[in-house]
């Protein structure tokens, strides 16, 4: 499967943005797509995922109040929706693909996922 992130871009503090992940190549319909953030100088880590076959979603609970994952089963399209923004938001958010539902436990590790986007730049700043 090949993903495309797109949606990024330079938004002010408390602004919102919604990403998109376009799944092509193989129907995603039993994939889990996930969202993953990689900040300058910092560490790659989960955002938020969903299973495409039974629609079960997963968020960081620290980001749980503002961003929200959703998909298109028609256009086989992830989406990452962010509001609130805050510059600790600053980050390339890349989309990644996985066959089956992985055990919770290994939703957030970058190791469970095996098709990766190029990513799309976030960037949160007055």
């Known amino acids: 499967v090949q993903l495309q992130a797109s949606g990024g871009g330079l938004v002010q503090p408390g602004g919102s943005l919604k990403l998109s992940c376009a799944a092509s190549g193989v129907t995603p319909n039993s994939m889990t797509i996930g969202w993953f953030r990689q900040a300058p100088g910092k560490e790659r880590e989960g955002v938020s995922c969903?299973?495409?076959?039974?629609?079960?979603?997963f968020t960081q609970y620290s980001l749980s109040d503002r961003f929200t994952i959703s998909k298109d089963n028609a256009k086989n399209t992830v989406y990452l929706q962010m509001h609130r923004l805050k510059p600790e938001d600053t980050a390339v958010y890349h989309c990644?693909?996985?066959?089956?539902?992985?055990?919770?436990?290994?939703?957030?590790?970058?190791?469970?996922?095996?098709?990766w986007g190029q990513g799309t730049q976030v960037t949160v700043s007055s």
């Open positions: 969903i299973s495409f076959s039974d629609g079960s979603t």
């Open positions: 990644a693909a996985v066959p089956g539902s992985p055990i919770t436990s290994m939703l957030w590790s970058s190791e469970t996922y095996d098709s």
